[in-house]
Structures are given as C-alpha cells and as structure tokens.
C-alpha cells in the first residue's frame, strides 16, 4: 500500500480506520434513535427471556413490518454489542431462531426504566438538533451561531416557541439529571449532610436534580429556577418550589447556589 502520510503503514491504515468510524458513526446514533422508537429493549425485556425476532415484530405491532430491515438493524445492534445473540446458547432444535437479550448497555435503551438514556437519545438525534451541524463550517468561516441559522431562533427561544420540541429537549436534560445526581451525591455527601435552609437549582430543568437532592437530605428546601416554558412542564415534586426568572436578571436567594452546565 501506498505510504500516504510518510509514517508506518499501520499508522496510516489506523488512521484510516479512525476516519471511516467516525464518518459512519453518525449511524450509530441514528440505529439507536430507531430501536428506541420502537421500543425494542422494552419488548424484549417484558419478554423476560430471551427474544426471538417474530416476538419483537409482535410487539411492535404494525401490519406492514419491514422483517429484512428489523433483522439488519439486530445484526448491527447485536455487532456494536448494544443485544447479545443468544441463539447459540439456547438448545432449540427445530428452530433456527436468533435469540436476543439485553445487556448492560441495551438496559440504557428501556423508555420504561427509572434510569434511562432514551429521552438523551430522541433529544441528541432529533433533526432539530442535527440539521444546524451542517453549518458549522459557514459558522466558523462567517460566525454566528450554527442553530439560529437554521431555524431563525436561538435556542432557549425556539424551545420557548415550540412545545414539543422543548418536552423533548427538558426530558433529555432530565434523564441525565438522574444520573449525575447520584454521582454528585456519593462524592459530596458530607458537604450535603453540613448545607442548612434552602439550596436553588439555576437552570435546573423541570426539577429532576433538586428533587433527588431534598429527597435524599430532607433537612433542605429545594428551588428549581428556570425559565417559565421550561417551569411551567415541571412536575411537582415535595419539598420543592419551582421559581420561573431570567438568571441574568436576578435569581432566587437560597444559602445554597446550584448549576450544572452539560456539554
Ligand atoms: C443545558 S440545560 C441544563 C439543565 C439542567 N441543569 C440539567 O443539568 O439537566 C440548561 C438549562 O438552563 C435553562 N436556561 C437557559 N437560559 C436561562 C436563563 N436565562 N435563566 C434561567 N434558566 C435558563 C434552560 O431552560 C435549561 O433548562
């Protein structure tokens, strides 16, 4: 092979390698949007055993499945170890059935499940979110911010105007809330056990972070602050009031200040 790059070969094929993961890796995100859309990993864990790909199609539930296009979708899921393949370890004569199960990372898929990334993938591969990627580079030649380009409104705003799209966007926010909250929690329960009177969450969401927090320290009064769209779709929750503002005009006063920014 050519030695294009002037270094080993092996550096230059892995190089390569690199390049074409990233370039299909976009798929990745895309598989896993569609399993999440048909509930793939709820069926096959109310299955509670494991599932062969006519009883995923039974739980989908649609007169005009597309079998070859489900049975490709498993095989790449089942390929990026999303499933397992268990049909070698079941002893099922008569049957060629493939059989899949969950694993820890497809247990992250449940839409049904306390702890999830489902609603993070909907919200991160929603074409709302995707399409203004592809002025990135008009935004670094020319500036300006890539999502207004695309859809007239900076973001806060858009979510503001559309409520469909901010219901996605507050749920993908809350999912991850769940969980770094528990991590937050293990590493600084000292600190938490010491805070006294109330503890405001800044740009909080709809509550999810804050709530863990009063529920796990009862002794503290919680605030969501956040603005009024976002306030206005939070569920109540004991032990916390939800304050909607403009954090760069003045927020709620608490012993505690709060915020957690996620990139
Ligand atoms: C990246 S999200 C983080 C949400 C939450 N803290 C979490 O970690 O899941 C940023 C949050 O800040 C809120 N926000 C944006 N601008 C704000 C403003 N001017 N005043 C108050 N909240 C604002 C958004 O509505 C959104 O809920």
Known sequence: MTNLNGGDNDAVLRGQAQILQYIY?????????CCVELGIADIINHHRSPT???????????PSIN???LERLMRFL???????????RIKDEEKENVYY?????SKWLLRDAHMTLAP??????NPIIMTPAHLLSHSIKHGGSTFKMNHGEEFFDFCQLNSEFNKVFN??????????????????KNEFDELKGSIVDVGGGIGVLVAEIVKA????????????????TAPTYDGVTHIAGDMFKAIPCAETIFMTVKL
């Open 25 to 33: 890796g976009v798929l990745d995100g895309l598989a896993l949007r």
């Open 78 to 88: 089942v390929r990026r170890k999303i499933f397992e393949d268990n049909s070698t």
């Open 52 to 62: 062969t790909l006519a009883e995923i199609i039974n739980g989908i539930n649609s």
């Open 101 to 105: 199960s969950l694993n820890h990372c």
């Open 120 to 125: 993070l993938i909907i919200m991160r591969t």
């Open 217 to 232: 320290y009862p002794h503290l009064k919680g605030i969501n602050f956040d603005l009024q769209h976002v306030i206005s």
């Open 67 to 69: 079998v070859d296009g």
């Open 171 to 188: 749920e993908g926010m809350a999912c991850t809330a769940k969980i770094t909250t528990n991590a937050i929690m293990l590493s600084y």
